[in-house]
């Protein structure tokens, strides 16, 4: 890159920068990455997408003056992700590579697993799972499931990788917002709060998570 942009460029200095930047927050970066399996696409994405708008500035400038660095100022990204602030939803062209992939039916079986219909069909029935059942008593109302639609059809295992991160720690459980209620072992169940514990913002990106679901 240095071939291209020279030893003294910005973007390579603001590239040092963050190289910097990601080693001393190292921890709070692996820790990420184990919550949310989507989160290094997710920041890199953010990255390339800052040094792209750069460059375009760069070619349409028509003097050094006129090319805002602040653009590239990869800092504030970092930031947002020490801060938990962190929250980007790739583009629907990209796509999870699985050893399964071309085996669409295979792949949505093992993400959701017979394990999750097995506990729905239990709960329905009475068995040993009603007894682990929570149920949502402060429900957000755009958070429910629509009249037509289905749990196991349309919200289950469904864009897994887009669910929003709760408190930096879990996604925010789709069972317990949308289906109205979930398990007390359920690997989210930080998540399980009431309607009133939800932020606005948190209720945003929550709606827009749902509107990739249903592909609105």
Known sequence: MQDIFGEDSVLLGRLEELKTLMAKYKHQFKAKASL?????????????ARMQRW???CRKARGRSEIDDRII???????????????LLLPPSFTMINGNEGNDETSFKQRTGPTNKRKDDDLEKGGEDK???IENSNQIEEF?????????????GKCAEAQPIWK??????VRWNTKGGCFK??????????????SGEKRAEYLAYLNKVRGD
């Open 185 to 198: 072992d359920c690997k989210h169940g930080e998540s399980h709060v009431s309607a009133n514990q939800i």
């Open 55 to 57: 460059s375009v500035e």
């Open 144 to 156: 429910r499931m629509k009249e037509g639609e289905e749990w196991e059809a349309n919200f289950c």
């Open 131 to 133: 007894k682990r059942w």
């Open 168 to 173: 930096g720690k879990v996604k925010m459980c």
């Open 73 to 87: 100022k990869l800092r504030d990204t970092v930031d947002d992700v020490v801060d938990n602030r962190f929250y």
């Open 36 to 48: 949310d399996e989507m989160f290094t696409a997710n920041f890199l994405y953010a990255v390339d």
